[in-house]
C-alpha cells in the first residue's frame, strides 16, 4: 500500500456558532469534532496527520496534543489555500493524501476505507466522497459529465439554477494522488463570489488534464453533516448518540429506551449489562458483564464491574466493585473505590473513600477522606468529619467494626478491628480493637418540665418577642 498521509481542515472560527469556543473543539457525544476526525484518520493507517489550524489555534493545539503536526493557516484565504499550507511537509511526498475537514465527525472508518480503496483501484489522482440529498442547500454540487464522469465540483454560491438542482453534493472529504494534488493547488485562483481559493477547484483542473477523477458515494447521508452552527451540532449529536447505542446493542447490551439513553464515544459496556432509561454515561467510563445501570444513573469516568448495579445515583471517577450496588440517591466523588458486594443507600455521599469488600454504608451518611475495611457497617447519619477548613484529614475504620447511627468521627481518627460505635457518640480518639466506644451527654428527664417549656414559649409569641 502506497504512504498515506491525512490533512485535516480546523483553521475555521465558526462565527455562526456563536461561541467563544472555537468550531472544532465543540464536542459531540463527549469528544471534540476534530478529535473524532482524527479518530478515524488514525484508523485508517494514515502514517502522518497534518491539522491546518488557524482561529484559536493554541487552543486546538493544546486540544489535540501530540496526535497530529500543525500547521498555521495565518490568514483564512479558504479550503485551497488551507491545503497548500502543508506542502512544506507533504509536497515531495510520493502516496496518498486524504483531506477532511473537522467539523465532520460523523465520517466513519469504513467509508474513508472504501473511499481509498477505490481510488487506488481506479488509479484515481482524486477521488471525491458524496452523498445524495433530498434537500442540498448549502453543499458544493458534484457536476458529472453525460457519460457520468466526474466534472468538477461547483460551490453552492456559484452554481447556476441547473447545478444548484444537482442533488449529488461534495461532502468536503477527498482522496489525492500526493503530488498531482499539490501541482493543482498552484493553478487554483481566487476569481470567484468569495474571492478565495477553493479546494474543489482542484477537480476540474485534474479533469482537464485528463486525470481519472472517481467519486465514491456514502449511503449514509450522516457523513455529509458539516457542522457549522448549534443547530447543526444538535444534528450531529443526535446521529452520533444513535450510532454509538446501536453499536452498543449489536454487542449484546440491553438499552430499555435508546432514544433517552446517552452514551459518550469513549464508553465501554460488557454484553448482558442493562440500561435503563434516563442514564448518562460519560467518559471515560468502563461497564462490565451483567450489570444493572439505571434509571436515571450519570456514570463520570467510572469503572463498573461485573454484576454491580447503580440506580438513580451520580458517579465521578469512581469505581464500583463486583456485586455492589448503589442507590437510589447516592453521590460517588472522585476517588472512592468499593470492593466487591458492597453496598451504598440512598442519599449517602463518598468521597476519596476506599471501602473493602462487604461493607455497608446504608442511609443519610458521609463518609469521606476514609479507609473502611471489609464487612464494616456504617449506620443512618454517620459522618466521617474530616475537614478542618484548611486541612482534609483520615479516617480509618477496620475489619468488622460497627460504627451506628449518628456517629461523627473527628478525624484523624481510627476504629479498630471488630469495635463497635455506639449511636449518637462524636468520637475524638481511636477506639482501639474490639472495645466499644460512647461518647454522648448523659441522659437527663425532668419530670413536667415539658409544660413549663411549652407554655414559656407561647408567652413570648404571644407578647411577639423572639
Not at 21 to 29: D, G, M, Q, R, S
Not at 122 to 131: E, F, N, Q, S
Not at 151 to 172: F, H, L, M, S, Y
Amino acid at each position: 500500500m502506497k504512504t498515506r498521509m491525512a490533512i485535516v481542515l480546523a483553521a475555521g472560527k465558526g462565527k455562526r456558532m456563536k461561541s467563544k469556543l472555537y468550531k472544532v473543539l465543540h464536542p459531540v457525544c463527549g469528544k471534540p469534532m476534530a478529535a473524532h476526525v482524527l479518530d478515524v484518520v488514525d484508523e485508517a493507517a494514515c502514517s502522518r496527520k497534518i491539522v491546518i489550524v488557524g482561529h484559536g489555534a493554541e487552543a486546538v493545539q493544546a486540544k489535540l496534543g501530540e496526535r497530529a503536526e500543525f500547521v498555521l493557516q495565518a490568514e483564512q484565504l479558504g479550503t485551497g489555500h488551507a491545503v497548500a499550507q502543508a506542502k512544506p511537509l507533504l509536497g515531495e511526498i510520493d502516496g496518498t493524501t486524504i483531506v477532511i475537514c473537522g467539523d465532520t465527525p460523523l465520517v466513519t472508518t469504513a467509508t474513508v476505507e472504501a473511499l481509498a480503496a477505490l481510488h487506488a483501484e481506479r488509479g484515481a489522482a482524486a477521488t471525491v466522497l458524496t452523498a445524495e440529498l433530498a434537500d442540498p442547500t448549502g453543499y458544493g454540487r458534484l457536476i458529472r459529465t453525460t457519460s457520468g464522469e466526474v466534472e468538477r465540483i461547483v460551490e453552492q454560491k456559484d452554481c447556476t439554477p441547473e447545478q444548484a438542482a444537482v442533488k449529488e453534493i461534495n461532502t468536503g472529504t477527498y482522496c489525492f494522488d500526493n503530488r498531482k494534488l499539490f501541482a493543482a493547488l498552484e493553478q487554483v485562483d481566487n476569481r470567484n463570489t468569495q474571492g478565495e481559493y477553493y479546494l474543489t477547484d482542484v477537480i476540474g483542473i485534474l479533469q482537464r488534464q485528463g486525470e481519472v477523477i472517481e467519486a465514491y458515494c456514502t449511503a449514509d447521508e450522516a457523513e455529509a453533516l458539516g457542522v457549522n452552527d448549534r443547530v447543526a451540532l444538535a444534528a450531529a449529536e443526535r446521529a452520533m448518540r444513535r450510532r454509538i447505542n446501536h453499536g452498543h446493542m449489536l454487542g449484546g447490551v440491553t438499552l430499555l429506551d435508546p432514544e433517552t439513553t446517552y452514551i459518550e464515544a469513549d464508553v465501554r459496556i460488557g454484553a448482558d449489562t442493562v440500561v435503563y432509561p434516563g442514564s448518562v454515561l460519560r467518559g471515560l467510563t468502563v461497564i462490565g458483564e451483567d450489570c444493572i445501570v439505571g434509571p436515571q444513573a450519570e456514570l463520570i469516568d467510572t469503572v463498573l464491574e461485573d454484576g454491580a448495579c447503580i440506580r438513580h445515583a451520580v458517579s465521578e471517577r469512581a469505581e464500583i466493585g463486583p456485586g455492589s450496588t448503589v442507590g437510589p440517591y447516592a453521590n460517588l466523588r472522585p476517588g472512592t473505590k468499593l470492593g466487591s458486594g458492597c453496598k451504598l443507600g440512598n442519599f449517602v455521599e463518598l468521597k476519596n473513600a476506599v471501602l473493602g469488600d462487604g461493607s455497608k454504608v446504608s442511609h443519610l451518611s458521609y463518609v469521606g477522606d476514609a479507609k473502611v475495611g471489609a464487612d464494616v457497617n456504617i449506620g443512618c447519619g454517620a459522618i466521617t468529619v474530616n475537614y478542618d477548613g484548611f486541612n482534609k484529614s483520615l479516617t480509618e475504620i477496620a475489619d468488622g467494626a460497627f460504627v451506628g447511627s449518628n456517629v461523627n468521627l473527628i478525624a484523624p481518627v481510627r476504629v479498630g478491628k471488630g469495635a463497635y460505635v455506639v449511636a449518637g457518640s462524636t468520637i475524638t480518639q481511636d477506639v482501639p480493637e474490639g472495645d466499644l466506644a460512647i461518647a454522648r451527654e448523659r441522659q437527663v428527664n425532668k419530670p413536667g418540665y415539658a409544660d413549663k417549656i411549652r407554655n414559656r414559649a407561647k408567652a413570648r409569641k404571644e407578647q411577639g418577642r423572639p
